[in-house]
């Protein structure tokens, strides 16, 4: 996919770069002007993909979490989120709303539910023992331009 | 984070403040639990008005407080739930169990 601009990052799977992650795609993301609430879902999706590798992918361990954010034309991100943890065995069990391998630790089982709520798009590709990569797609509505 | 708390020897409310995700979460659950323990209320208000983003983490976090008090004979609401929150609360299905007020809603006191 072609982009009229792009950004990668990479960082350590600790719970403390959560925040980070959401707040740096949300800034990119910015120059497209999109509304607080499409900011909001943006970083509401991205914090449960981060998340989801901090908490799955690595478990106790700490591995790299990468994302690379694109933008696509002016009302169109693709923002992709990749780990090379341990993989998921059945991808469409693991999106069904409330299921979750962590009921302890208190995972409500709804971050692939949110991250579909919440964007136009999502895309899990996962291989156990490889890693898997979420690539999730948000329109930015058009606004009409005063200025 | 949680800010504070307030307990009127029935009631417990605790303002959270912040951002709401899976690493702050683990501090304020703990924080309220040990509240909820010290002070063993009949209910407990978990305040957002001072909640500026929350993931599905605060699900998680309601869900658990709410169970736990439920363990203890008490009820457990989260109030003061900023317009920005709705969509993630609903999409939760705790609004079933008629445990959400919204910010300028009240049904509390009224006992």
Redesign the interface.
């Known amino acids: 996919m072609k982009a009229l601009n792009e950004m990668k990052l990479s960082f350590d799977s600790r719970?403390?770069n959560?925040?980070f992650a959401?707040t740096a795609v949300g800034s990119f993301i910015a120059q497209l002007d999109p509304t607080?609430?499409e900011l909001?879902d943006i970083?509401?999706a991205v914090?449960?993909a981060v998340?989801n590798c901090?908490?799955h992918a690595y478990g106790d361990s700490i591995g790299k979490i990468s994302i690379n954010v694109k933008i696509i034309d002016s009302n169109t991100v693709s923002i992709r989120i990749r780990d090379t943890g341990v993989g998921i065995e059945n991808v469409k069990q693991a999106m069904e709303p409330l299921y979750t391998t962590s009921p302890d630790?208190?995972?409500?089982g709804?971050?692939f539910?949110?991250m579909q709520?919440?964007t136009d798009g999502v895309r899990v590709n996962s291989k156990v023992g490889k890693g898997t990569t979420v690539t999730l797609l948000k329109r930015i509505a058009c606004r009409v331009n005063n200025g | 984070m949680y800010s504070q708390s307030s307990y009127d020897g029935k009631s417990l409310t605790v303002y959270l403040k912040g951002?709401i995700?899976?690493?702050?979460?683990?501090a304020i659950?703990e924080a309220t639990d040990s509240l909820i323990q010290t002070n063993k209320p009949k209910s407990l208000r978990l305040d957002f008005s001072g909640v500026t983003?929350?993931?599905?983490?605060g699900?998680?976090?309601i869900?658990?407080r709410y169970r736990m008090m439920n363990l203890y004979g008490g009820s457990a609401r989260a109030v003061n739930v900023p317009g920005?929150l709705e969509?993630?609360m609903n999409?939760?299905g705790l609004s079933a169990l008629n445990i959400i007020e919204k910010r300028g809603e009240s049904c509390e006191g009224s006992e």
């Open positions: 719970s403390s959560e925040a959401r607080v609430a909001s970083k509401t914090s449960e998340t901090v908490v630790d208190e995972r409500a709804l971050g539910a949110v709520s919440f | 951002e995700d899976h690493h702050s979460a683990r659950r983003f929350m993931d599905s983490s699900i998680g976090l869900m658990g920005a969509r993630i999409l939760s």
